[in-house]
């Protein structure tokens, strides 16, 4: 299938590490221009690197999405180097554990980094967009539909992701404009390596993880949700608005049932 994204614009945010850097260079396969913004600079670097070795394109704009004026700049430097914007992937974000023993300062600050740049991202690409009549993909996480515990402020920034996915939706169909939500639950990336590392024994955390999933007893891939999202942004999907979609492996939605331990299910039969 031909996905029509040959030097289409794409913006990523978060694009040096993890599902971002798998998403970046999934599009830049497809020979998509990539504009991959984050605020890693070295890793950036390598990234863009990596991938003109390849032949293909992506551009590292290094910034910090809280900076207002940083990401107003990048996007008119991307308008005016491109030619105009086709895609914006809202990915950056992390679970910061920011729970109800926190400030209320502190939970706004997880707000400042899991949502506000969301609609920062959107609000300055919007111009471009409406003359691509593009899309928006958000990333967004099980924590908007499962409570976790803990987690307050990335709680409510992934539950107000799903809900701006389908409020720019309605907002900006009169524009031909497509806007979708990907929801990963659990994917090893830095972040995720980060947190299994804390636990007592990291390789049975690991262990343990893989087996709550029901499909394949195993954790989804960076490339699987980076190619949910190619496919989610690209023309191919041209009827496609206003949707959340699991790529979880069934860990949302499919019966607990499903991972119970073995033993049980022979108890029960
Ligand atoms: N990994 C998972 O299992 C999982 C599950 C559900 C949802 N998600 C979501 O997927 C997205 C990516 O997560 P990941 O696991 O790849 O994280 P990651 O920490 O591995 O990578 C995130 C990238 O975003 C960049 N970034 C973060 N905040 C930034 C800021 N303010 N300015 C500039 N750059 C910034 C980081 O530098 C990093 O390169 C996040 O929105 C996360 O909530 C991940």
Redesign the pocket.
Known sequence: MDLELKNKVVVV?????????GIALAFAEEGALVAA????EP?LRRLAHRAVAEGWSLTGFP????DESAVSAAFGEIERRFGGIDILVN?????DAVGLHHSPAEFVASLE??LV?YFTCAHFALPALKKSRGAIVN????TALTGQGGTSG?AAA?GAINGLTREWAADLAQHGIRVNCV??????????EQWLAKAPDPAAARRQLDLTIPLGRRTTTIREVADLVVFVASSRASHLTGQILCVDGGYIHLDRALTAPVTHLKKSE
């Open positions: 945010t978060g694009g040096a590490k993890g599902i971002g850097e913004l984050d605020r890693d890793t910034l910090d999405l809280r990915n950056a974000g992390g679970n980094r899991n740049h990333i967004s996480s099980k990335y992934k929801l990963p639950a659990e994917v090893i990336t830095p972040m995720y």
